[in-house]
């Protein structure tokens, strides 16, 4: 079982509305991240983030921002989104950013996002 | 754009039988891990396999690793049809490997 919390597992906005997920881990780990995920595709990076600060934001558009309030929060805020947004939204967490020491990336069940 | 290739990109077989997945990919590593996703549902970390490791085994799972053909496979032993899912390699994102990378998968079905 997953030790990443996601909520909310389903979300419907219409195009105006600003929505936020959230994501809480408590495994002490200091690297979050959020992948986005469409049908039958593999996730999409989004955003990294490394105790508390944003480290890699992969071309993300504004509509989509990030924050991390602490080193076990994630949340994404969502303003003025289009249907083709409409995706898995998956949040992850791993001890630190070092690859190297075999640093695995535990991920939540995701966030089902539709929007109308 | 993806890094890893998975092949096949769907795989059905029956309970009992074994299923082999590859995946290949295309830079340099630190790590390779297999994931499985069930439909609509988040993803499992199954194995994460170091770049100076050949094989790696957990329960019914064994990975190889061939960096010289930067290739791996993920073989599942005895398969049940819980094994039913989406698997996923994923490597290094960027030579840091800040974060990962993720194949397009192989969809498996098992069928009792």
């Known amino acids: 079982d997953t030790e990443v919390t996601q909520t909310p597992k389903h979300l419907v906005m219409g195009m105006t509305n600003k929505k936020s997920l959230k994501c809480e881990q408590h495994?002490?780990?200091?690297?979050m991240y959020w992948y986005k995920q469409k049908a039958k595709k593999p996730p999409e990076l989004m955003f990294v983030y490394s105790y508390e600060k944003l480290s890699i934001n992969e071309s993300v558009p504004s509509r989509f921002s990030p924050e991390c309030p602490n080193s076990s929060l994630l949340n994404l805020h969502l303003h003025a989104l289009q249907p083709e947004d409409s995706a898995l939204y998956l949040c992850?967490?791993?001890?630190?950013?070092?690859?190297?020491?075999?640093?695995?990336?535990?991920f939540g069940e995701g966030s089902w996002l539709t929007v109308v | 754009s993806q890094q890893g290739e998975e092949d096949p990109q769907a795989l059905s077989i029956q309970e009992g039988e074994n299923a082999t997945m590859n995946c290949s990919y295309k830079?340099?590593?630190?790590?390779l891990q297999w994931y499985r996703q069930n439909s609509g549902r988040g993803l499992v970390h199954l194995i994460l396999?170091?770049?100076?490791?050949r094989e790696k085994h957990s329960g019914r799972l064994r990975v190889t690793l061939d960096t010289s053909k930067k290739s791996s496979s993920l073989l599942i032993t005895a398969s049940r049809a819980a094994d039913t899912a989406s698997y996923f390699c994923?490597?290094?994102?960027?030579?840091?490997?800040?974060?990962?990378?993720f194949g397009k998968g192989t969809t498996l079905s098992v069928s009792s």
């Open positions: 994923a490597t290094d994102w960027n030579q840091a490997g800040t974060a990962l990378i």
């Open positions: 495994m002490g780990h200091r690297a």
């Open positions: 396999i170091r770049s100076n490791e």
């Open positions: 992850a967490s791993s001890h630190t950013l070092d690859r190297g020491a075999g640093n695995t990336i535990y």
């Open positions: 830079t340099s590593i630190n790590n």
